[in-house]
C-alpha cells in the first residue's frame, strides 16, 4: 500500500505552517505553556498537531498528565482534549481571520501503562518512552523515535525523516514506512517472518527468519535504508 501521497499532502501543510512562522509575519512569535491532569479511566489517547514535536512517556502513574507548549503569530490558537469514553484527543485549531496567523502546539505527555497511543504531526519528531499499548504514528516530515517497547503492534509513517524503534518484548506485528529515511527496527532474539522493501537503500536482518511464524516485521522504504537488528 503505498500512502507517500498522502504523506507528502500533510508535509505540505506542515511546511506551510512552520514557513510562514519564520518569516516573521504576524508580528512577533508568542508562547504559552499549559499544565493539567486528565483523571478519567484512559485506554485510547489521540494527539493531532499541524506542526510540533509530541513526547509520550510511559510510567505506573493513574492518570494523564500534559504539557502544551503553544507558539504563535497573530491570533492565539484554541488547544482541547475532549474525552469520549475511554478516549480523549489532544488537538488544536489555529485561528483563520483578517492578518496572518501561524501557530504550532509540542506535546509532552505522561501516561498510565497500557494506553494505546495514535500520534499524527504534519511536521515535527515524535518520540517514545516506552510504550506497552499498541502505537500507530504519523509524520508528514521528521523522525519517529522509540525505546522500551513492550506492546504488541505498531504501524508507523513518515513522508520525511528516519524511524526507529526499539522493542524489549517479542511484538505480533510491526510496518514501518518510509517516504525518504532510514527504517531500523530493534527485538529481541527470535524468529520473525520479516518482509523488506527498498526502492534506494541497504537492508540488513539479524534474526531468524520463519514465514511461518505469526511475529511479522514489514519494512518499507522509498529512499533509505531497512535494518532488522537484534535489541
Not at 24 to 42: L, M, R, S
Not at 83 to 101: A, E, M, Q, S
Not at 160 to 187: C, L, R
Request: hydrophobic share 30%.
Amino acid at each position: 500500500m503505498n500512502r507517500y501521497a498522502v504523506a507528502g499532502a500533510v508535509l505540505g501543510t506542515g511546511l506551510i505552517l512552520a514557513g510562514c512562522g519564520v518569516g516573521g509575519f504576524g508580528g512577533p512569535e508568542k508562547e504559552d505553556v499549559a499544565n493539567y491532569d486528565i483523571t478519567e479511566k484512559i485506554a485510547q489517547m489521540q494527539v493531532e498537531t499541524g506542526a510540533g514535536d509530541i513526547i509520550i512517556t510511559e510510567s505506573d502513574r493513574k492518570g494523564i498528565k500534559v504539557t502544551e507548549t503553544i507558539h504563535w503569530r497573530g491570533q492565539k490558537p484554541k488547544a482541547e482534549h475532549p474525552v469520549n469514553g475511554d478516549k480523549v484527543t489532544l488537538r488544536y485549531d489555529c485561528p483563520h481571520g483578517i492578518g496572518v496567523t501561524t501557530c504550532s502546539v509540542d506535546y509532552r505527555v505522561e501516561i498510565p501503562k497500557g494506553v494505546a497511543l495514535t500520534l499524527n504531526t504534519g511536521s515535527g519528531n515524535i518520540t517514545l518512552r516506552a510504550a506497552s499499548g499498541g502505537v500507530t504514528a504519523n509524520t508528514g516530515s521528521g523522525d519517529i523515535e522509540a525505546a522500551g517497547l513492550t506492546g504488541k503492534s505498531a504501524l508507523v509513517e513518515t513522508g520525511s525523516g528516519n524511524v526507529q524503534f526499539k522493542y524489549t518484548a517479542i511484538p505480533d506485528e510491526v510496518e514501518v514506512e518510509t517516504g525518504s529515511g532510514d527504517a531500523t527496527v530493534y527485538v529481541p532474539d527470535g524468529r520473525y517472518d520479516v518482509k523488506l522493501d527498498v526502492g534506494s537503500g541497504s537492508e540488513k536482518v539479524e534474526v531468524a527468519q520463519d514465514r511461518s511464524v505469526p511475529n511479522k516485521l514489514t519494512l518499507t522504504t522509498g529512499s533509505g535504508n531497512a535494518s532488522v537488528l537484534k535489541s
